[in-house]
C-alpha cells in the first residue's frame, strides 16, 4: 500500500472497513460452511477451506479479518491449524472463533487454549453468530487501528518517529547477533522553508506527502523502512545492506525524487530536490556510536557541498 494511502486510511474510521471484512470459514464439510455462509454473506465477504492446511495457505495469502473454526478435521484438526497460525508472525492476530458440534467443558477449553477468542456449537444460531462475529470484528480493526495510529505518521503515511526508534534498534542487535551489516539515509529536503514561504504551508503538506510516496517506492526489501524522523527529514534503515548498495541506492532516490519534477522557483535548481546523508556498519563493528548521529553528520556535508547529492 502506497505512504498516501495509508495515511488516508488513518483518518477514516475503523468502522468503514467493517463492509469490507473477509471471513474464511474452514469446515471439512462444505454443507457446514453454506449454512454460516448464508447468515454472513450479506454483510461481509466469506471465503472457504475444507482443510487446516487450506486455511493457513489462504491466510498466508489473504489476510482475512477473522476466521471461523471447526474443530474435528480429518488430517489436522482445528485446534492444531490454529496454534500453527498463533505461532506465524503474519497470522497471530488473526480472530479465530471455534464452531464445534463438541460439547463438553475440557473440549471448551482446548479451543481456548488454542488461541481462540470465542467458541460456538454447531447448530449455530444465526443472531448469535451475527452478533459474535460483528463483535470481534469490532474488536479486531479498533486493535488494528490503534496500532497504526502508534506506529505510522499522519500526514505522510510512512512510518513514525516512534515506530523508527523501535526498529532501529531491533536492527541493530540483529547487525550484532548474526554479524550482518547496517545502513542507515537521512534524507532532508532541501530549501523547504522557502517552499513554505513561497506556496504556503498546506502546499508543504502536499509535498511531503508526494516525497513520502516517492521515497516508499524506492525501498522494495520487506526488511527496509522508510520513516518520518521529523519535520521534513526522512530516514531509511537498510538492513543487511553493503555501503556500496547504499550508495546506489541514495543515487536512484535522489533522480526519483528531481523526476517528480515538483516546481520550486526559490531554490537553484528550480525544482524540489533532497540531500542525503548515508551511515553504515559492518556486523562486527566495535564502533558503537549512533547510526543517526554519523547519517546526520554526513547530510550536513551534503548541504555544505551544494545539496541534490548524497555524501557518506
Ligand atoms: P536546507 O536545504 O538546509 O535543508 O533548508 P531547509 O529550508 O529545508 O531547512 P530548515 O530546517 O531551515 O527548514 C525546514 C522547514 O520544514 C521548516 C518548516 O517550515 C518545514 N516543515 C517541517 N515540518 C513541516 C510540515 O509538517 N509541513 C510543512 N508544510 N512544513 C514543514
Ligand atoms: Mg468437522
Ligand atoms: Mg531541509
Ligand atoms: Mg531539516
Redesign the pocket.
Same mark, same amino acid.
Given at each position: 500500500m502506497s505512504a498516501s494511502l495509508i495515511a488516508k486510511k488513518l483518518k477514516q474510521n475503523y468502522a468503514a472497513s467493517l463492509v469490507q471484512a473477509k471471513i474464511l470459514v474452514v469446515d471439512d464439510q462444505p454443507i457446514n460452511i453454506q449454512l454460516i455462509n448464508q447468515t454472513l454473506s450479506q454483510d461481509y465477504n466469506v471465503y472457504m477451506a475444507t482443510s487446516g492446511k487450506q486455511a493457513i495457505d489462504f491466510c498466508l495469502n489473504n489476510q482475512p479479518d477473522l476466521v471461523l473454526m471447526d474443530v474435528v478435521m480429518p488430517e489436522m484438526d482445528g485446534l492444531e491449524t490454529c496454534r500453527q497460525m498463533k505461532e506465524m508472525e503474519e497470522l497471530a492476530t488473526i480472530p479465530v472463533i471455534f464452531v464445534t458440534g463438541l460439547t463438553e467443558q475440557d473440549e471448551e477449553d482446548e479451543c481456548w487454549e488454542a488461541g481462540g477468542i470465542d467458541f460456538l456449537t454447531k447448530p449455530v444460531n444465526p443472531v448469535t453468530l451475527r452478533n459474535r462475529v460483528k463483535a470481534q470484528l469490532t474488536l479486531k480493526f479498533q486493535t488494528d487501528w490503534l496500532r497504526d495510529l502508534a506506529y505510522f505518521d499522519g $500526514?505522510t503515511g510512512v512510518y513514525n518517529r516512534r515506530y523508527f526508534d523501535d526498529y532501529y534498534l531491533r536492527q541493530i542487535n540483529h547487525s550484532k547477533r548474526c554479524n550482518q551489516p547496517l545502513s542507515l539515509m537521512m534524507i %532532508?529536503? %532541501? +530549501? +523547504?522553508?522557502?517552499?513554505? %514561504?513561497n506556496y504556503?504551508? $498546506? !502546499?508543504? %503538506?502536499d509535498? $511531503?506527502v508526494m516525497i513520502a510516496d516517492c521515497l516508499q517506492s524506492v525501498f522494495q526489501r520487506p526488511s527496509d523502512i522508510i520513516a518520518r524522523f /521529523? /519535520?521534513?527529514?526522512f530516514v531509511a534503515v537498510l538492513p543487511d545492506t553493503e555501503v556500496e548498495g547504499v550508495k546506489l541506492l541514495a543515487q536512484k532516490t535522489i533522480e526519483k525524487v528531481q523526476s517528480l519534477n515538483i516546481e520550486h522557483n526559490h !531554490?537553484p535548481f528550480g525544482i524540489i530536490t533532497i !540531500?542525503i546523508g548515508i551511515a553504515h556498519k559492518s556486523g562486527n563493528d566495535l564502533d558503537d556510536s549512533p547510526l543517526t548521529l554519523k547519517a546526520d553528520q554526513q547530510l550536513y556535508k551534503a548541504?555544505a557541498n551544494g545539496?541534490n547529492t548524497f555524501m557518506g
Open positions: $500526514l %532532508d529536503i %532541501d +530549501f +523547504f522553508k522557502q517552499y513554505n %514561504d504556503g504551508h $498546506l !502546499s508543504g %503538506d509535498c $511531503l /521529523g /519535520g521534513e527529514e !531554490s !540531500s548541504k545539496r
